[in-house]
């Protein structure tokens, strides 16, 4: 029984495997896709060298390949069952490998650009007759959609007979990303679209086209349609978003935005398209050029920051950051929120570099400063921290509030050195009111080396108008001196300004 079967699976085989076949033949309808299965693979390749194009394609599924190779141009009847013409060392291949059986057309074009055709099957040369110009006639067609050949003339065609959506309908059945890419730049030249139409356009591409570079290449050419709606602007976001390539992503959400006026609406949602980019350095260039393009609305301003925030790296991040400086002015909440993004600034130095820039441009606010200091306290490092406190010191307007909270930051440093640096720069320079020196001095009794101490009460005592009370103050403390004759140097200065100042002790 056994061996029966193998007799009957080998016959079956051999009969598959004869030329002409019916499974090569009108089993399938002229136009058919039925044999593009989920395992369906296609490369595509083209080639300009400053002469004829030469384009590649082959497509495989588990039962079938399909190769075509084409250089120069290729004529083809109305019905596009048949080949007409090729121009003067033109060259088209056709290969269909299906089971064990292939088939090769060769044409090629001479001086009077009449095709001269060579048909083989499984190797062996024949003639190119009726069995031959059968099979071309059926999967010529499908050559003709997935090489993009004469997009053109069959786009018009088919807008001529059932508008945009009979080109939507060929686009369906298309395999190739290249080929479905170039239906839609021609639908957009030639079609004449209303805003309607083009939003339809926009949403669909994204759904139909594979390749990264093709998505882009379409929505890049629609962005350059006359068409200023928003809708439109917004739904290119959209669809750029759902690009898989960090780098053409980036492209085409640049692109669209050099090549459409943004509103509120629209430069929002480009913000959410630069998010969904997974490359920080990409997403740090997009949110470049949203920062150019877009309008200084707080609105924007806050997604900007938001999708800052997203990004991983910290150099990226606060690069970002810093270009949102250079190129638009910030309100006050802006920049609160501002400082709220530095915050998730991971390296210190990072941190420090934005905060340093932020301190030479935003204004003496009291919330905006508080928000300053709350992101340096943030910083781990102490050298860092220091360098960002400092950035304030000559900074105009900081009421007595700023100067209490900056002496609330420097406690948090926890090296004594770079603590007595930023205590004894602002010791020099402070307003005197009893409120900041109290908080002053209490951030110099923080300093644990008795060495860093004593300079910054030093510093501090140098100075005219200080009140009893803060003298009074340092005098109680005193004790928090564990060196004795430090302790009666700052007791004999602390003296010599109650003296001055006419005060019994």
Known sequence: MLKTNLKVLLGV????????????????PPDSTSLDSVQNQTHFEIRDDNQDEE????????LRTLEVKLRGKVEFSEDNREITGISPNGYLMIRERRWFTSRILEVEGDNTATPQFRFRIRGREMPYDERAQEWI?????????????????????????????????????IESSHAKSLYFQRLVDYGNLDNDDLLRVAKKVPQEIRSSSKIRTVLVAISKSHSENTELTAALFSSASRI??????????????????????????MAKAIRTISSSGEKRYALETMAKVSPNEESIISEYLSTAEAISSSGERA???????????????????????????SSSGEKRRVLQQMAAHCPPDDDVI???????????????????????????ELNDTAFIRIFSATKTISSSGEKSRVLRRFAATCPLSEAVLFELTDAAFTIS??????????ELLQRDGISNAVLRNIKQRIYEISSSSSREKILEMVSEKMLEGSTTL
């Open 244 to 269: 898989s390539s960090s780098g053409e992503k980036r492209y085409a959400i640049v692109e669209i935005a050099k090549a459409r006026p943004l509103d509120q609406f629209s430069a929002i949602e």
């Open 55 to 62: 384009i590649h394609i082959s497509r495989s599924t588990g």
């Open 449 to 458: 080396s008795n060495g860093e101490k004593v300079k910054v009460l030093r």
């Open 137 to 173: 006639w059926e999967i010529l067609p499908e050559v003709i959609r997935e090489t993009g050949i004469n997009a053109d003339q069959r786009v018009q065609k088919l807008l001529s007979e059932g508008g945009v959506n009979a080109v939507f309908r060929e686009i369906s059945r």
């Open 319 to 345: 690069n970002a950051l810093l270009f949102l400086i250079a190129e638009k002015s910030l309100d006050r909440t802006s920049w609160i929120d501002f400082a709220r993004t530095a915050k998730t600034i």
């Open 370 to 396: 508080k928000a300053y200091l709350s992101t340096t306290k943030s910083i781990s490092s102490s050298g860092e921290k220091a360098l960002t406190i400092l950035a304030l010191d000559g900074k105009d």
């Open 13 to 28: 085989v051999l009969f598959l495997s004869l030329p002409g076949y019916a499974l090569d033949r009108k089993s399938s």
